[in-house]
Structure formats: structure tokens, C-alpha cells
């Protein structure tokens, strides 16, 4: 099909769709199309954002273009399912340059929240001016009770599920029999003539304790390119520091490295004092969090980090390397999101890796099923591989 032309042999539905997605440099290569009155309105968003022509309409900065671009963005609120208003909302922000209008109460109150436009108020916290800080927050709030809704029960789940299977009871009422690990044990009692097996030894679930079990520390690094990963690493550092069988810390770091711990009954304070951008270093952060281990047989190590070092990354590979020799397990997320595939320094992952420190990405829904297979102290290598399998 010659550029701008709409196929001949398409019926009017797909003429129709072929002009919306054409936009109108199909109206000058051939004969108009005509559209409904929502069409038009449908046509006249995407064009303010992706003909190069239409940008001037939206462009950033302040002034008399603001309350246009709130029309806007409750013209693709109208027309488009959330999911689409996401991603367009995030284009704007970057091809149109809109950050500035951010800082406004009447623009907040227009966009659709999400985790990407979290991150963003995140990078422009310090310098929100205090007419914007209130919406932003109810802006961040928002997010964050969703997020919780979603993410909180499979948390909750996952943990307790893994420590109640994580002990051994050598002596396990009924209820309380784990049967494939019982059959294992006495499969060496197998009777032919009976197609049976003598279990001689029960093994059963450990029963609950209220003790704390295991030891979380949460290390993530607060780059600009890390602003999801931060959101999600919050709301689940949250609900764990909810639940009275872990024990989590939060650490989040660039150049400093700020210890969040005492932050986590209140994620929206928690987010607000993050401060995303700036250098990094990880090797410190790294060295901050050894500090805090008591127990290196009961504690897991997630670093959320794309890698970059700003620091010493000999130092870093040091720590790593006594981390692990000490008992404690090392995990690093290169990204908590639902991005894809992040960029990240494969040089250093594979060093890592080498030193049997796993690397890779994890989305949110997954991430309890990764603390469940830490707890239960599971290879989180193969775990890892065994995910992407199943979603390849």
C-alpha cells in the first residue's frame, strides 16, 4: 500500500480504521473518510500526540496550554481502556515534555494513576510546590491502596505457606502429613503383594510458630531508570513488615544509603521520602546491609539494582563473595516491574552469577511465589529458569 493511502478493496468499517490509524495524511492522498463524532474526537487525541504536526498543540511548560492538555487527558480517559490511557499518558510525558504540568493540582487531578506516573511524581518530589503536594499525595494513595488489594493477600499467602512447610514435624497429626515427602522417605517399605507402602516414618508441615522465621532485607537502588521498581518494592516491604513470622528491613540507596525500616507502616510517607535519581553506589549499600545481618542462616538478601556501579565493583564482588560463604541468601532483581526486559550491566550479573548470586528480572505477580521459594530455601537459580520456561 503507497504511503497514506487507504486500500481500495476494504469496506467502510475498515476504511474507517484505516483513517484513524493513517490520521490525516490519508485524507490528503486520497477521497475523506467519514468519521462519527466520537471518531473524530478519538482521531484528534492520538493526533495531539503522535502527528509530529499536532505537537505544538500539546506542548509542556505552563500558561494558557494546561487546561488544554487536561481536556486531553480526559478525552483518552473517555475513549480508551485504562491499560492504552497508561501508556499514552507516559508518552506524552516524554515526547511532549509535560513534567512541568505535573506540578499542578488541576493536571493531577486529570491524569489516570499508575505506577509509572508514581515514579514520575517520585523523581519531581523535591520540587513539588505546596499548593501540588496534597493532590500528589492523594494521587500516590490511590495507587498504593490498589497495589495493597492486589498484591497483599498472595503476599501474605506465599510467606506463611513457605515457613509453615519450611520445618519438619516428625510427628504430624493427620492434617498435618506432608504426603510426598512421607511416600519418599518409605519407598523402600513398598510391599508387592499388598501394592502398598509401610510408612514407617511420617513427615509432616512444621507447625506455626510466632517467632519471627526469616529475616528480609530489601536493598534497592533508587536511579531514575528504577522508578517502578521502587513503587512495588515499597508496597511489598510494607505488607511484609505486616505480617509477625519475617522480620523486613528496607534500604534504599544512590551515592547515600537511607534505611527505610522504620517507614514501612506508611508507604505513601515511604515513597515520599525516596529520591529517585542520582549516581549509585551499590557496593556501600551492600556494605550497609551486611551490617545489619544477626542470623546469615536465616536471612535473604534481595538487591533490586540494574547493576550500574558508581562504586567499587571489587569491593562489591568481595561482599557478595562473604555474603554467601556466610549463609545468607543473595538475590538480585534487576528490575520489580512489568517493563519487559531491563537494561542492565550483564558483565557484572554474570560475576555475580559465578559467585551464586542469581540475576534476573522479576514482574510483581511473581514475586511472592520468589520469596515463598527463598524461604523454603530452594535453588532460586533453577527457580528463576523454571519461570521463564512457563511464560516463554
Not at 34 to 63: C, T
Not at 132 to 152: F, S, W
Not at 190 to 213: C, H, M, T, V
Amino acid at each position: 500500500m503507497s504511503e497514506g493511502l487507504l486500500p481500495v478493496e476494504a469496506d467502510e468499517l475498515q476504511q474507517r480504521r484505516w483513517r484513524m490509524l493513517l490520521g490525516e495524511a490519508a485524507d490528503q492522498a486520497g477521497a475523506p473518510v467519514s468519521l462519527s463524532a466520537d471518531e473524530i474526537a478519538i482521531d484528534q487525541a492520538l493526533s495531539a500526540l503522535y502527528d509530529l504536526d499536532s505537537k505544538a498543540h500539546l506542548r509542556g511548560g505552563s500558561g494558557a496550554s494546561s487546561p488544554r492538555v487536561a481536556r486531553w487527558l480526559g478525552d483518552i480517559r473517555q475513549y480508551f481502556p485504562a491499560s492504552m490511557v497508561q501508556v499514552m499518558q507516559q508518552d506524552a510525558l516524554q515526547r511532549l515534555k509535560l513534567h512541568d504540568m505535573l506540578l499542578e493540582p488541576e493536571m493531577l487531578q486529570a491524569v489516570q494513576p499508575d505506577v509509572n506516573l508514581v515514579a514520575t511524581l517520585l523523581s519531581l518530589s523535591r520540587v513539588i510546590p505546596a499548593k501540588t503536594r496534597d493532590t500528589a499525595r492523594l494521587v500516590v494513595a490511590q495507587v498504593v491502596e490498589q497495589l495493597q488489594r492486589r498484591l497483599r493477600e498472595p503476599m501474605r499467602a506465599a510467606i506463611n505457606g513457605a515457613l509453615d512447610r519450611s520445618r519438619v514435624n516428625r510427628r504430624p497429626r493427620h492434617a498435618e502429613i506432608n504426603w510426598h515427602r512421607t511416600i519418599r522417605q518409605n519407598l523402600r517399605h513398598w510391599q508387592p503383594d499388598y501394592q502398598s507402602i509401610i510408612a514407617e516414618q511420617l513427615i509432616g508441615y512444621g507447625r506455626k510458630s510466632q517467632r519471627s522465621q526469616r529475616e528480609i532485607i530489601l536493598c534497592i537502588d533508587q536511579s531514575g531508570s528504577m522508578g517502578a521498581s521502587v513503587v512495588y518494592s515499597s508496597i511489598f516491604g510494607a505488607v511484609m513488615a505486616s505480617l509477625p513470622t519475617v522480620k523486613t528491613h528496607l534500604v534504599v540507596f544512590d551515592t547515600a544509603v537511607v534505611d527505610m525500616t522504620e517507614q514501612l507502616d506508611d508507604p505513601v510517607d515511604l515513597l515520599f521520602g525516596v529520591q529517585l535519581g542520582g549516581g549509585t553506589d551499590i557496593n556501600q549499600a551492600v556494605g550497609y546491609c551486611q551490617g545489619l545481618i544477626g542470623d546469615p542462616h536465616n536471612t535473604i538478601l534481595v538487591l533490586i539494582s540494574d547493576l550500574y556501579e558508581g562504586g567499587v565493583e571489587q569491593n562489591l564482588l568481595a561482599r557478595a563473595r562473604e555474603l554467601v560463604e556466610s549463609g545468607v541468601q543473595f538475590i538480585t532483581l534487576l528490575a520489580l516491574s512489568d517493563h519487559g526486559a531491563p537494561s542492565y550491566d550483564r558483565a557484572l550479573a554474570a560475576r555475580l552469577a559465578a559467585l551464586n548470586v542469581p540475576s534476573f528480572a522479576c514482574t510483581p505477580d511473581l514475586f511472592p511465589d520468589l520469596m515463598a521459594a527463598a524461604i523454603r530455601r530452594e535453588d532460586i537459580g533453577l527457580w528463576a529458569s523454571r519461570q521463564e520456561l512457563q511464560h516463554s
